[in-house]
């Protein structure tokens, strides 16, 4: 166990569809990243945040965004949903900007 | 970015030394690799890193080269839970921030 919690672990909407995912990092950790990993692209870095603030940008569509709240919780949001969006979204976090990280257990979106 | 390459697969046997080489040719001094490992769908771990020195941890050990050209993660004592795909990355810095770029890693298979 990582202490890197992620909410829902499965989640299964349609196209066109709206979601959000959210993380919660280690005690302690002020960075949280968030990534995607589909079967033909392999594990893709998408955001980072780091006490609030975004640091560190990826390849993340403009319908995605997140954001990390005052508490240090972190949700990505998706939206216009497309079938190929349909991926493992993992969520890690580390205590500054090191390459150290703690990924959650992520979270399966199927989009249908 | 810095770009690694890994063999796509690799077998140990049980209780032997397993050994994954990974090729960071262009690599920049400022630029540390680093070593995860993803079990099936799991998130991924982190397992070490290292800058120019060899380290050692309670996982694992990393070589790097003098020229850190290349490194290689050796696992000491291979067990049947080692099997998993190993990534080796090398952290790069951007105009946004720190960036984590994952390859298709190699999967090592451990044989009974």
């Known amino acids: 166990d990582s202490g890197v919690t992620q909410t829902p672990k499965h989640l299964i909407t349609a196209t066109g569809q709206r979601v959000t995912l959210r993380c919660s990092p280690r005690?302690?950790?002020?960075?949280v990243y968030w990534y995607q990993q589909s079967l033909d692209q392999g594990l893709q870095f998408l955001i980072q945040?780091?006490?609030?603030?975004?640091?560190a940008k990826g390849n993340i569509l403009e319908r995605f965004s997140a954001q990390q709240f005052p508490d240090l919780h972190s949700e990505l949001n998706l939206s216009s949903l497309e079938l190929g969006d349909s991926a493992l979204y993992f969520c890690?976090?580390?205590?500054?900007?090191?390459?150290?990280?703690?990924f959650g257990p992520g979270t399966r979106l199927t989009v249908t | 970015d810095a770009k690694t390459t890994q063999p796509p697969s690799m077998d140990c046997a049980e209780g032997r030394a397993a050994n994954l080489p990974c090729n960071h040719s262009?690599?920049?001094?400022?630029?540390?690799v680093y070593w995860y490992r993803q079990i099936h769908s799991q998130g991924p771990q982190y397992i070490i890193h290292?800058?120019?020195n060899n380290e050692t941890n309670e996982m694992a050990s990393l070589i790097i080269t003098e020229d850190r050209k290349s490194s290689t993660l050796i696992l000491p004592h291979a067990t049947l839970r080692d099997t998993a795909v190993y990534y080796c990355?090398?952290?790069?810095?951007?105009?946004?921030?720190?960036?984590?770029?994952f390859g298709p890693g190699t999967r090592l298979s451990v044989l009974p």
């Open positions: 262009t690599i920049s001094g400022n630029e540390y």
């Open positions: 290292g800058l120019k």
């Open positions: 005690s302690g950790d002020l960075s």
């Open positions: 945040y780091y006490n609030g603030e975004e640091r």
């Open positions: 890690a976090s580390s205590v500054g900007t090191s390459g150290e990280q703690y």
């Open positions: 990355i090398v952290r790069s810095w951007d105009n946004y921030g720190q960036n984590f770029v």
